[in-house]
């Protein structure tokens, strides 16, 4: 009896002391959950980053890390892909999780450090959400536990879409989500002189975002201006409504004069998905990337977006602004993506850009927040009546017993029978072949910066219509068998150049001319990577590709240099373009169409015939001693000597996001279509370097976007 009684007040007592002490609540949750996470990813690390995508995010780290190809305020051209267009957006540097782990483990992230700390800012940030917007601390505790093992794999794979397991540094820009939805909020609370200071967090946060990863504030962006639109709304007074207004226009003024504006447009306005949306694979008119409510496992899946949006939808009577501000937002943003997928599968399939269920990645830390209310609820509801307790002593009391609860189900998960592959689903690092022996000494530039070729890969050499699909699975199977895929992270892991791209920001520049001289007419191409099959020499010369891979034997005037296996043909081409090539015999083509009708006809030799699209009035002679040598930063550095006037044709894809700096008088030009001519006098002594950022070049692609648009008018 007297133990009962005892244990009964030490209970409240404990529940009271915790209640009272937010802080030291959190941080005993927060230490609970980082063990927890710690052995998960430990046991689960093959699911860490994992499948190709994840691979590619490693190699991304390492590479951008090693060569500097990514500073703090914008991108670099990727050298190491296709013909150095820019770089895939993300910016390591830039990702704490990403930059810190690189520099604790030697460059190369560590998985499960990373995990950790983007698990420590999802979940501060969701607490930090629910005690702004008057939710229960409880209820910030369970929703961020309660994310973080929707989306990351504590118990083998995630239970539901694996988007955080091939790209898990999103869960930044979410929690930079979350912290702006509050700071927005906060401007309708404060006094107007701190205002200045919410106003310098917010314009941190969002241009950290699209610096980082410029992808994500198109994800974000959406729910933002819903959420900001509906408290200027609800603001009762006409100059509160004003000052939010005129602090929102401020806001985007100022991004405008800056230049981010120009500078995100033009990343994502300058691509093949926005100019070919017709000829690509579609591959997303899919109810499956609609919303989570059409994936499996769907007992889950449904029942977390109905209990979130009958909780959002019981907010909508609460007296207080905020929670109803921020549960008409959530509740008509659910629906719009909804409407949002329905417009994409019924009446515009050819659609291109991202899908609902991308932009509904980013609320998913909201479903998890109304789905813990309503839990919370209940738990108080039913304390209540069961044992009449006192609210704060029963949500103390949760507080702790939460995580305590959590280890013992997570012990009891680690010590069953393991079914948990041991092996990355998609190994990193790739294993060094005799190929890849081959090409490093040949064509890498670890430690010779030289640019003495690229490599390409032409797989799928069947005559039945493919698509990128089919060349993945080849791809998969070398790395089954070899531990190397042979195209992508499989040569630049090696410092090896390589003629394939994989990318969002795909020019249409590029796409139609590869298209145009290495696919066959029949196969499908996809928005972020191309399909080609056609090892076509006089182009891959051009390109500055010196070897080539196939599955299968071809014929060729390329020279087999070596067998791998049965399935692995190494081609080396004789000559390729290095940057010696300088013809002087100009032709004036004014489009691309009549551009790539002359290069393609047999009698054109891109060695002494160059396209020009504006006249040259100079005569020129053949340059001598010309070099390309790749420098850290991104930049080239260009060495060559002439008699007179001579034209350069680089293996580089033309932008005006190019500059040539320590030589004024050389000129950079569009030639051949989409490549770069150099145009000099006498000695060549210059580096060219790639940029693009909100404060320099912003509008460099806008500026190719507005080429492009000419060059496809004119005939």
Known sequence: MWRSVILVLSMKKIGLFFEKRPLLTLAFNLSILLTISFLAFQKNHAHLLAYFDGSYMMELIRQQLKWELAPYTGFTSNIFQSLGNVYFPLNAKLIPAYFISAKICGGMADKTFSHLILSLEIYVSIYLFCVNFKFKPLCGLLAGAFFLYLIFPYAGAPPIYNFFVLVPHVCTGIAEMLLLTVLFSKLIQEPARILPWYLLAIFALLAHIMVSAPGSIMLMAPFLSAFGLCCILSTPKIAGALRMTLTFLGILTLFYALGFFHYVSGLFSYTAATHFSNELLVSRADWHNVSILFQPPYTLTIGLVSAALLGAAIDLFKNTPLKRNIAITFILYTLFLLLFGLYITKLNPNWQGPVPLYFEICIWPIYCIYFSNLLVKIYLFSVNKAFEKDEKEALGLASILLPLGLAMVFLFILYQADDTPKVSLYPYPPKKLDTIDILEKEIGVAHDPLFRGRVATFTGQSAEPTNWYQLHAIDCNYVSELGNDLRLNGFSHFDIPTFFEYSPFITPAFYAATKSVFAHPQDEQLRNVMTLRIPNIKFLQLFGVKFFITDVPVKTSARLRFSETSKVFLYELPITNTGQYSPTQPILATSLDSSLKIMTHTTFDPQHSVIVHKPLSKTLVKASNATMRLQPGGGIALRA?????????????????????????????????????????????????????PFHNASCRLEDLADFKQLKTKH
């Open 641 to 693: 000597s002439s008699n007179g006037d001579s034209l350069l044709v680089l293996p580089l894809e033309y932008s005006h996001c190019l500059d040539l700096q320590n030589n004024t008088q050389a000129k950079i030009l569009r030639v051949n279509g989409m490549q770069v001519g150099i145009l000099f006098h006498g000695k060549l002594n210059a580096t060219l370097t790639y940029f693009t950022g």
